[in-house]
């Protein structure tokens, strides 16, 4: 693994997404190429019936590829493989400065846990040693690791830059 990579975890409704998006957008304002990797628990499609792109796929296409002036994209069917792992699609990904992580909760790289005691979920940080912050709204006592409000995106931003060795920037 040769890009930096942090971490987003928490249970579902813990307000990840909202966390990520906002580290990603403070990362970028300040001049880093931010690449992230989303797991989905359940079947999603970035394609839609009756596009020419879905209709090679339901042809049996193992790959499509969709070009245009803004953007690009590879579709990929696994059909009867096995599901990428966290290993392989951080190095599907192109050269970047930081690799900002929401799932794959188990894997072993340094994470940032989202939590709301309101849900009444466990604590991760308690049983996963690569939970290095936590971000939650709520004082939070006896946390063996330091623990920011969800909305300190510039305090959350520098703690991971320098928990990369990356700085501040």
């Known amino acids: 693994m040769n890009k930096p990579v942090f971490g987003v975890t928490g249970f579902k ?30 079947a999603f499609d970035l394609d839609h019936p009756g596009r020419d792109s879905f209709i090679h796929r339901e042809a049996g296409a193992h790959e499509v590829a969709i070009v245009s002036g803004w953007r690009w994209a590879i579709l990929h069917e696994l059909r009867d493989e096995d599901e990428p792992t966290f290993d392989d699609m951080l190095n599907r990904l192109s050269p970047c400065d930081i690799v900002i992580v929401e799932g794959f909760k ?64």
């Open 13 to 42: 409704n813990s307000g990840k997404t909202t966390l990520t998006s906002r580290i990603v957008s403070e990362l970028t304002s300040r001049g880093f190429k931010v690449s992230t990797i989303k797991h989905a628990h359940h």
């Open 106 to 169: 188990r894997e072993a790289y340094p994470k940032i846990e989202v939590r709301r005691p309101e849900l009444d979920h466990p604590a991760l940080a308690h049983n996963d040693s690569d939970i290095v912050a936590i971000a939650c709204d709520e004082p939070l006592e006896e946390e063996s690791v330091p623990v920011f409000c969800r909305n300190e995106i510039e305090k959350i931003t520098d703690f991971i830059l320098e928990h990369l060795g990356l700085g501040k920037s």
